[in-house]
Nanobody, 123 residues
Framework: QLVESGGGLVQTGDSLNISCVAS????????LAWFRQAPGKEREFVAA????????DDADSVKGRFTILRDNAKKTVWLQMGSLKPEDTAVYYC??????????????????WGQGTQVTVSS
């Protein structure tokens, strides 16, 4: 199970941190990722982090603005978002891939998903 929290309404240029707490599976041996889905659009990859936390991958649209972090002891993954733009408005989902150690940007490989948290950036 994955449970996200921390979403909300912010203004352009603001920062926001969202988090995701896991339970029910071996957290320290999986790839974790954040995806997002805006109204009328397909779910898209945002960022991912490998099992040890030393390798990350970010979508070009968020590179330099967002940071993904994890703490295996706390079974938590965070997405630190900065310089937010209205186009970042979406429901953000965390996901876990237990079958591989390399990062894959495709949603269908991730077995566990959270319920999502809404992030709205006003202009």
């Amino acid at each position: 199970q994955l449970v996200e929290s921390g979403g909300g309404l912010v203004q352009t240029g603001d920062s926001l941190n969202i988090s995701c707490v896991a339970s029910g599976f071996r957290f320290d041996d999986c790839v974790l990722a954040w995806f997002r889905q805006a109204p009328g659009k397909e779910r898209e990859f945002v960022a991912a982090i490998n099992w040890s936390g030393d390798i990350t991958d970010d979508a070009d649209s968020v590179k330099g603005r967002f940071t993904i972090l994890r703490d295996n002891a706390k079974k938590t993954v965070w997405l630190q978002m900065g310089s937010l733009k209205p186009e970042d408005t979406a429901v953000y989902y965390c996901a876990a891939d237990l079958n591989r150690r390399n990062i894959i940007r495709v949603a269908y490989v991730y077995e566990y998903w959270g319920q999502g948290t809404q992030v709205t950036v006003s202009s």
